[in-house]
């Protein structure tokens, strides 16, 4: 029966050697010389070993044809030629030989009939692995020792730049050539739009908008424009998008430094920071990076109503910020409230689970905060002198400041030692890569908040060895600010003076007694927006509405702070007791007290006696049957006493001698008072 032969390499590089040449010869050689004849030759040109053979071209073609039974053998030039991972290569010969079709390699022995020839199939194949672990080890290592010097590897060149050079000499310059057509170099144009972004402040639709009416192109492939070596050259429509512009201005090239392997799917692999020929200055790159934020937190976009904190409130528990949220209510007022985004947007907690986060009174917390901020331009002195005694606090203690610095950098030092460590456990086969994600996440996680402890420290010593100038600075700010005040006060000039001195609003969710509640600290801000070391000061307040009697006074406090630690409904608390709702809600508002005969069910409830102490025997014995739930007339009954007797004695302007001073005692002793007063 006739055998197939098959053929494959990995790379245009091993195409272009005439590597699959020599595999075929090789092969044809192999049925001459052992008198084999060849139903057909597959040959797989470029295809990854890591790729299953169903998956490539001619390999499927293989499976097809053996399920035909058009070959009962396929030869193939070494064992790897099936695949560069052990599990590959024994799927694919398992699925032949389903198909009656024995696999055999023309340069080693093995025989899959017996079980020292599977031994030797799944050795050759683990070498096969191997190999190919090792000649990818040695690739990497290569590309990045290349990387490092500074050398181009490839890929597309940024605008505004060049290739010159080739392989390791290729270098990234700086494109001042002009653009045909234009007296513009591809630099020029960056540095328009760094220009239009940090210094004009405009959004990047609006740059787009104005490269396009410039008909400034985005590639050289326009218009039969001379295409320069690795410059993109399809798939261009010649028209400026404002993602295009965005990532251009995020684009850390521009200033100096270039990134590579940051796009890489390998897991573990380090990414190489290496310079670059800048096209704009740092303080230029970051003064556009400042804008791309104001504009995602404070642009209109399609918003129907006016927040004026959008953006700038912070959820404690979850990171996210809080979005305004409009609301009707039925007696037709309107109000509105700020909402943490993963509370509000299924999109976003479907997979996570809705943030318990308070939501916060928007009209309540906008009123605060332009009192502060209108308080702090009109009258600047009392928020100056609090920031002078806090600088000088700073001061006293800026030597401790100091080593508690030095330590910090001392741990994040070792944040990039841990990476290297946990890298080298994952290439040895210590970690998965769900243990490698973990660790390298908690890692990042770690170093982002020592670096914002680090930033917070050096702003403390920088604004404590300047506590004049930091202060002056202020009141220039605020002087400067106060100014606009004279006039009208619109919307957007309220926008714009929060926008200043807001550095940021955190909320704090906590639970006091069952009810959730909002602690807001806000960041006022005394210096501009894009200084290194601002001076900031923080103020907390709290919007919460509803009434929590920490101490309760009244029988009506005491319901209330039960209910609300039992997340009950007032509703739900008149059912137990045996009421109607208005009257729990006139009882916790102290306009009435419950009548003597529901206090058996209210101390059942509260499980306690909230009634007072008693010390006087005729307090007692009010105390208790007011705890029966028991009225005078009834409690006289029970005394054989006049009900009128018994409120003379009560109030204190009669005494009980002799059988009805006994039967009063024994009324005390009574084992349901004695529960009664066990309880309380």
């Excluded at 193939?76 to 290569?89: A, Q, S």
């Excluded at 290739?163 to 234009?182: D, F, H, Q």
């Excluded at 409130?313 to 979005?323: A, K, Q």
């Amino acid at each position: 029966m006739p055998v197939a032969v098959y053929t494959r390499v990995s790379t245009e590089e091993q195409r272009e050697r005439q590597s699959i040449a020599t595999q075929r010869e090789f092969g044809e050689r192999y049925c001459q010389l052992h008198s084999l004849t060849a139903y057909r030759v597959y040959a797989d040109d470029g295809v990854s070993g890591t790729v299953p053979l169903d998956l490539r071209a001619e390999g499927s073609e293989i499976l097809k044809d053996a399920r035909l039974g058009k070959f009962d053998q396929l030869l193939v030039y070494r064992l790897d030629r099936l695949g560069r991972e052990t599990r590959l290569i024994l799927n694919a010969v398992a699925e032949l030989e389903k198909c009656g079709v024995r696999v055999r390699s023309m340069t080693e022995e093995f025989d899959t009939a017996t079980a020292t020839g599977r031994l030797m199939l799944t050795m050759l194949s683990g070498f096969a692995a191997h190999e190919h672990a090792v000649i990818r080890e040695r690739s990497l290592a290569g590309t990045n020792r290349v990387a490092q010097a500074g050398a181009w590897l490839g890929g597309i060149v940024p605008f505004g730049y060049r290739k010159v050079g080739e392989k390791a000499a290729a270098r990234l310059v700086v494109s001042e050539e002009p653009i045909p057509g234009l007296d513009l170099s591809e630099a020029d144009v960056v540095r328009m739009i760094y220009r239009m972004a940090a210094v004009e402040r405009k959004s990047c639709h609006a740059i787009a908008a104005r490269l396009s009416e410039l008909q400034i192109p985005c590639a050289y492939q326009r218009d039969d424009r001379p295409v320069l070596r690795g410059k993109r050259k399809q798939r261009t429509s010649g028209l400026w998008r404002p993602g295009r512009v965005r990532n251009l201005i995020v684009s850390e090239t521009y200033k100096g430094l270039h990134r590579y392997g940051k796009r890489s799917h390998t897991k573990g692999r380090e990414t190489i920071l290496r310079p670059v020929a800048s096209i704009v200055t740092e303080d230029v790159w970051n003064k556009a990076q400042a804008t791309l934020r104001a504009n995602f937190l404070f642009c209109a976009r399609s918003a129907k109503n006016q927040y004026l904190l959008r953006g700038l409130i912070i959820c404690s528990l979850c990171g996210r910020t809080f979005i305004g949220v409009a609301a009707n209510r039925p007696n037709g007022k309107r109000e509105f409230y700020y909402r943490c985004n993963l509370a509000h947007s299924p999109s976003l907690y479907a997979a996570t689970g809705r943030c318990p986060a308070k939501a916060v009174r928007g009209d309540h917390l906008e009123a605060q905060v332009w009192a502060d901020v209108a308080a702090f331009l009109r009258n600047p002195g009392p928020v100056l002198e609090q920031l002078r005694a806090r600088l000088e606090s700073d001061v006293k203690g800026s030597d401790q400041i100091r080593k508690q610095l030095a330590r910090l950098e001392g741990l994040l030092a070792q944040k990039a030692t841990e990476r290297s460590r946990v890298v080298g456990l994952y290439r040895r086969g210590r970690l998965t890569d769900a243990d490698l994600d973990a660790q390298m996440e908690e890692i990042g996680k770690e170093q982002a908040a020592l670096e914002a402890q680090i930033a917070e420290l050096d702003g403390r010593i920088a604004g404590a060895d300047s506590v004049a100038a930091n202060i002056g600075s202020a009141q220039t700010l605020l002087e400067k600010l106060r100014k606009r005040l004279d006039g009208p006060i619109s919307w957007e000039l309220k926008h714009r003076l929060v926008e200043i001195l807001v550095a940021g609003i955190r909320v704090d969710t906590v639970e006091t007694c069952g009810v959730k509640q909002a602690e807001i600290t806000v960041t006022y801000r005394f210096s501009q927006p894009d200084q290194p070391m601002p001076l900031v000061l923080q103020q907390s307040y709290s919007t919460s509405v509803i009434r929590i009697p920490m101490q309760p006074k009244t029988i009506g406090d005491h319901i209330r702070k039960r209910r609300l630690g039992l997340k009950m409904l007032q509703r739900e608390v008149a059912e137990r007791i045996g009421v109607d709702k208005t009257s729990v809600f006139t009882w916790e508002r102290n306009a009435s007290n419950p009548q003597v005969r529901y206090m058996p069910a209210i101390i059942e409830f509260l499980g306690y006696n909230p009634l007072p102490d008693a010390d006087t025997l005729a307090e007692q014995s009010v105390r208790q049957r007011t705890s029966l739930g028991l009225s005078r007339k009834e409690s006289a009954e029970r005394l054989g006493v006049d009900p009128s007797t018994l409120a003379q004695w009560e109030k204190g302007r009669k005494e009980l001698t002799g059988a009805v001073l006994g039967r009063v005692e024994a009324f005390l002793k009574d084992r349901e008072v004695s529960r009664a007063r066990r309880a309380g």
